[in-house]
């Protein structure tokens, strides 16, 4: 995949941005070690990774004190057709995929509080 970035525009970014490679590593969900192979090496940066460096390069949102108090974290499992997916219109509004996925969880939580309430205290029946 092209995506048009190097590893000179990754580092200049992330000091622009004033982040360092432990968040960015942190965002990536791999080890710091790897954002270091990534930008010090000719190693290909993944696929994935590409698409949320880019989408988190597109973001007003990704500086340090927009992401303050950001401390509780989620695993989500997505094919890579839905991550792509997250990734473009992430992109679109200009937030990073987390923000996003963030941004519509919570409008399904307060947009229906009682419902998703009711039906976790009822124990909704499990489709077989």
Same mark, same amino acid.
């Given at each position: 995949?092209?995506?048009? %970035?190097?590893? *000179?525009?990754?580092i200049?970014?992330? *000091?622009?941005? @004033?982040?360092? #490679? ?6 990536? @969900?791999v080890? &710091? #070690?790897?954002?270091?192979?990534w %930008?010090?090496?000719?190693? /290909?940066i993944p696929? &994935?990774? %590409?698409?949320i ?7 007003k ?7 303050? @108090?950001?401390a509780?974290?989620?695993e989500?499992?997505?094919?890579? *057709? ?8 992430a992109q ?5 995929? /987390?923000q ?12 229906e509080?009682?419902?998703? %309430?009711?039906?976790?205290s009822? @124990?909704?029946? &499990?489709?077989?």
């Amino acid at each position: 995949m092209d995506s048009g %970035l190097d590893s *000179k525009e990754i580092i200049s970014w992330l *000091k622009a941005a @004033g982040h360092d #490679r432990f968040w960015l590593a942190e965002s990536c @969900g791999v080890q &710091k #070690r790897t954002v270091d192979n990534w %930008l010090s090496s000719s190693r /290909v940066i993944p696929r &994935k990774a %590409l698409l949320i460096i880019k989408s988190l390069m597109a973001s007003k949102l990704s500086s340090p004190a927009a992401m303050a @108090g950001v401390a509780q974290n989620l695993e989500l499992h997505f094919s890579e *057709k839905e991550f792509e997916s997250i990734c473009d219109i992430a992109q679109v509004l200009k937030l990073s995929p /987390v923000q996003w996925v963030e941004a519509e969880v919570l409008k399904v939580i307060h947009s229906e509080p009682y419902r998703v %309430l009711r039906a976790l205290s009822q @124990g909704e029946p &499990k489709s077989d």
